[in-house]
């Protein structure tokens, strides 16, 4: 189930875990790894159709972007799992996860044709990018939670912390 504006991101024990594996490293190198390889080709795939120029560069980047998604995808559900607990679909990130999947197939598609050769340049670069901008929109999820996670971090600092025997505070 999705999580609701009202519920917090990690619990107390889940950001402990966050915090404590590798894989919140790994993701945090992949993520702007392919963010510059997307822009990038995404520049060359824009100008390709554009110009005519550099069709092959712009049809291997891609591939490219695709390989990396990949490896972003594989250890996000990792991580995910040291964190949540499921390797996807964990309520904090239900959303996020559903459009990755639409993300993934797009570009599993391009890659798909890419390798067949049926489609011509032109067709090909035009599913990249369909496929380029869901991949902007999951993009603008996930930073969407890491400001979430930096806003509940703050509030979490500045919650004054229960008494030593374990009280909890009335709702």
Same mark, same amino acid.
């Not at 991580?79 to 309520?91: D, N, Q, S």
């Not at 996020?96 to 993300?103: H, N, Q, T, W």
């Not at 025997?165 to 009335?170: D, F, H, I, L, R």
């Given at each position: 189930m999705p999580t609701?504006?009202?519920?917090? /991101?990690?619990? *107390?024990a889940q950001r402990a875990r966050r915090n404590a594996t590798a894989w919140t490293l790994v993701q945090g190198v992949l993520a702007p790894v392919q963010f510059l390889i997307f822009?990038?080709?995404l520049?060359?795939?824009v100008r390709s159709l554009q110009t005519g120029e550099?069709?092959?560069w712009a049809l291997a980047s891609v591939v490219l972007k695709t390989g990396v998604l990949y490896a972003i995808m594989v250890t996000g559900a990792i991580?995910?799992?040291?964190?949540?607990?499921?390797? /996807?679909?964990? *309520?904090a990130f239900f959303w996020?996860?559903?459009?990755?999947?639409?993300?993934m197939?797009?570009?599993t598609a391009y890659v798909w044709v890419w390798w067949l050769g049926t489609w011509s340049a032109t067709d090909q670069l035009l599913l990249a990018l369909a496929a380029y901008g869901s991949y902007a929109i999951n993009a603008f999820q996930y930073i969407r939670k890491l400001r979430m996670a930096r806003m509940q971090k703050h509030t979490d600092s500045e919650t004054?912390?229960?008494?030593?025997?374990?009280?909890?505070?009335?709702t």
């Open positions: 609701s504006p009202a519920q917090v /991101l990690y619990t *107390p822009g990038i080709s520049y060359l795939v550099h069709t092959d991580w995910e799992k040291v964190v949540f607990g499921r390797y /996807l679909f964990a *309520p996020e996860d559903l459009v990755s999947m639409g993300v197939g797009l570009h004054p912390s229960l008494p030593a025997s374990g009280a909890q505070a009335s």
